[in-house]
């Protein structure tokens, strides 16, 4: 059983990380590139469209009824890995489809430009560095279906405040938000997915925010009290939620 337990979670793991990763760092990687572009307002028009409809589904899934929808078709436990598979196909097919509209906003060469992607590629390392906050493997759903498959219980949601949460309660979104508009070459396409990404992710922080407060109680209240949302604490906050 061990050993079939782990090739089934290296499997889980692999799979998982693909579907969460790959699309990550394509649209890094892409977001990095400046692309100019010659299209007019019907770009623009199209790339809003595109994504409010990458929005919405990813919206959608992460609300509590779209959850107990895919629990009862799905199983409770395929909640999450479809949630990561279809967040990771939006993006990807947002990528792909999104237009480049003519103009530069902005321009910057010679030692400024390599300044500006130094920081960007440090952004790349915080997220990475961020991800050492939580139990990854848990967040992708790896770990619930090992456990289910041992036929051992599964655990409540845990809350910890390692590493960089101990500074601000999302520290990715708050890395995200920086690279989104950390550019040498700032198009027009660039700065219109800057726009909308930046809209919606702190829109979408406040709706995150309120299911945390359902989920964990008072635990929760009592770091957001102490653990600011975006910008860091100079210390790390010890409180008494323990990881």
């Known amino acids: 059983m061990a050993a079939r337990s782990k090739v089934l979670l290296w499997t889980l793991t692999l799979l998982g990380r693909t579907l969460a990763d790959v699309p990550l760092i394509a649209f890094l990687v892409w977001l990095a590139i400046p692309q100019e572009g010659s299209g007019g307002v019907p770009a623009i028009l199209t790339n809003v469209a595109l994504f409010l409809a990458f929005g919405a589904v990813h919206s959608l899934l ?26 990771g196909t939006s993006l990807v097919a947002l990528v792909v489809l999104w237009q480049q509209p003519g ?27 961020s991800a050492f906050g939580f139990d990854y493997l848990e967040f992708l759903g790896v770990r619930q279906l090992v456990r289910a498959f041992e036929g051992r219980a599964q655990r409540p949601n845990a809350f910890s405040v390692r590493g960089p949460y101990a ?28 726009a909308l990404a930046s809209i919606y992710l702190l829109v979408g922080t406040f709706l995150e925010e309120r299911n945390l407060r359902a989920e ?12 600011p949302m975006w910008i860091p604490r100079l210390r790390p906050w010890r409180g008494p939620v323990e990881g």
């Open 216 to 227: 964990l109680g008072p635990e929760y209240a009592v770091y957001q009290q102490h653990v």
């Open 167 to 194: 500074y601000c309660r999302h520290p990715q979104y708050s890395i995200l938000l920086l690279m989104l508009w950390t550019t040498p070459v700032m198009t027009v396409g660039r700065l219109e997915l800057a």
């Open 103 to 129: 103009g530069v906003v902005w321009r910057l060469d010679g030692v400024l430009s390599i300044a500006i992607y130094g920081l960007y590629a440090l952004g790349g390392i915080g997220l990475i560095v």
């Open 62 to 87: 992460a609300r509590s009824p779209a959850k107990r929808v895919v629990a009862r078709v799905a199983g409770e436990l395929a909640v999450r890995p479809i949630f990561i598979a279809v967040a």
